[in-house]
């Protein structure tokens, strides 16, 4: 998951395992945060989103869970594939949703390798 | 339906000079957002534009700077160019006021 060191935390999972990818959030007031994918030499790729009213949300082959209340977010991928290894990020919007004031601020990310 | 396009995709620049790098939003987005990527670090906001002005600024000097056109398209410019401005620029697009950005592939910039 998520961490303040310098190295980017790496997670190694079987093809068809399942894989969960750990985020602590800074800001209690957030009230949406949303997953993406990275892969070597392109742009952040959107997985799946959640605002703070909900706990839970599934597309895909993907889960997102949020637990307000210790600031964590989990991006769970259920039967991984070799094209699921990249960097994930998590990203919460720090200001206020529905106006010009936003932004979302990115964690450091995980790297995914799933080995076939 | 184009995503969100940037030009250039590479640059090499040297100490002190200056850059500008140029974004095409996703079509029907008005908003257009960037961020400096370093090696192995999440990508950081620099600031956002909406009906050609900066709405939010990120912690960048004012070294950075950028500017919005009519058609919604957007500049990024980097004057005095340091060695740690080295990294990949990423542009991002949305409508109004939805949080859900749309990046581009970004250009890698190079300062030597």
């Known amino acids: 998951g998520e961490s303040v060191g310098l190295h980017l935390p790496t997670l190694s999972v079987q093809e068809g395992d399942n894989s969960i990818i750990n985020c602590a959030y800074s800001?209690?007031?957030?009230?949406?945060f949303i997953w993406y994918k990275q892969e070597s030499g392109k742009g952040p790729q959107f997985i799946i989103d959640i605002r703070s009213n909900m706990d839970k949300r599934q597309g895909q082959r993907v889960t997102v869970l949020l637990n307000k209340t210790v600031k964590h977010l989990s991006l769970q991928i259920a039967a991984t594939q070799p094209g699921d290894s990249a960097v994930y990020f998590c990203?919460?919007?720090?200001?206020?949703?529905?106006?010009?004031?936003?932004?979302?601020?990115f964690g450091k990310g995980t790297l995914l390798t799933v080995n076939p | 339906d184009a995503g969100v396009t940037q030009s250039p995709t590479h640059l090499i620049k040297t100490r002190g000079q200056q850059v500008t790098l140029r974004c095409s939003p996703k079509s029907g987005h008005d908003t257009v957002s960037w961020y400096q990527q370093a090696l192995g670090q999440g990508p950081q906001f620099i600031f956002q534009?909406?009906?050609?002005?900066?709405?939010q600024r990120g912690n960048f000097p004012d070294r950075f700077s950028g500017h919005q056109f009519p058609n919604y398209s957007s500049e990024l410019n980097v004057n005095a160019l340091l060695l740690g401005d080295s990294a990949l620029y990423l542009c991002?697009?949305?409508?109004?006021?939805?949080?859900?950005?749309?990046f581009g592939s970004g250009t890698q910039l190079s300062v030597l």
């Open positions: 990203a919460e919007n720090i200001g206020e949703s529905g106006g010009s004031n936003y932004k979302l601020t």
């Open positions: 991002a697009s949305s409508p109004q006021g939805r949080e859900k950005l749309f």
């Open positions: 800001n209690s007031a957030s009230d949406y």
């Open positions: 534009y909406y009906e050609e002005e900066e709405r």
